[in-house]
């Protein structure tokens, strides 16, 4: 997706977030600003407690922030009902946890997970059966369509994974430590099936990572340290963000 404004797709401007437990307050965000161009790839690098997994759950409508702007696209999520939220999570959203058995329902082949949450969406058998096919394949997994989850390697379920969080064509792509649980060789491979369906299907994808070798894989990564965006590293001397001409000939 292109965006010929150049109007960020993610906008974020003095974003605070605080939980209250008792009498304690606990910030967990503290004015982070972030602009994200439609079709970005982005990976948001932080230690634990730096904030960024919050701020995930905030991008996915899963948390409210307490003060401060968000905007995704049209949304505004600072004023987003429960009932819009939970539209926004089904139809523009798309989510990969860490824990790989999250995101699959056991007892289902992978064909059926991938399907499942177009069934959600109301979609007609015939477009959910190709649409699943098609997302299977993106993944290099036209050969595990009837394959259940314990029948599957950790690397290939968190393909079926991604693949699921594509299934209702989203415009943003949310991961929280996708390779956590992975070998560094097939953490590779995973970052490298999210690049290509970026590339495929035009999709803005952030993840969340503790790990900073994944600037290697990324056009931009944010370093995140007490609840503020501190950071910017570009991996590619040419780079620039989709809708904006490059000054490099």
Not at 46 to 74: C, Q, W
Not at 116 to 137: C, D, F, N, Q
Not at 179 to 192: K, P, Q, R
Request: charged letters at 25%.
């Amino acid at each position: 997706m292109t965006n010929q404004n150049n109007v960020p797709y993610i906008s974020c401007l003095d974003l605070f977030k605080i939980y209250k437990a008792q009498d304690l307050e606990v910030v967990a965000l503290r004015g982070l600003d972030l602009e994200v161009m439609a079709g970005e790839m982005v990976a948001i690098v932080g230690a634990s407690g730096s904030g960024k997994s919050t701020f995930l759950n905030i991008l996915a409508g899963y948390d409210k922030p307490s003060a401060g702007e968000i905007r995704v696209g049209e949304r505004n999520l600072l004023h987003i009902t429960a009932k819009e939220a939970e539209d926004y999570r089904l139809r523009n959203v798309g989510f990969v946890w860490q824990q790989t058995a999250r995101n699959l329902v056991p007892y289902l082949t992978a064909l059926e997970n991938v399907e499942l949450p177009m069934i959600l969406a109301g979609r007609k058998a015939k477009y959910r059966i190709e649409r699943s096919k098609e997302l299977l394949e993106a993944v290099g997994l036209s050969h595990r369509l009837n394959h259940k989850p314990n029948q599957l390697s950790g690397g290939e379920q968190q393909r079926v994974a991604i693949a699921i969080a594509l299934s209702n064509e989203p415009e943003l792509l949310l991961a929280d430590e996708p390779t956590g649980e992975l070998d560094s060789e097939t953490a590779n491979e995973i970052l490298d099936i999210f690049k290509s369906l970026r590339d495929t299907y035009q999709t803005t994808i952030i993840i969340v990572t503790h790990d900073e070798a994944v600037a290697t894989r990324v056009d931009r990564v944010v370093i995140v340290r007490d609840g503020r965006a501190s950071a910017e590293i570009v991996s590619l001397p040419d780079f620039r963000r989709p809708g904006v001409e490059s000054n490099n000939k």
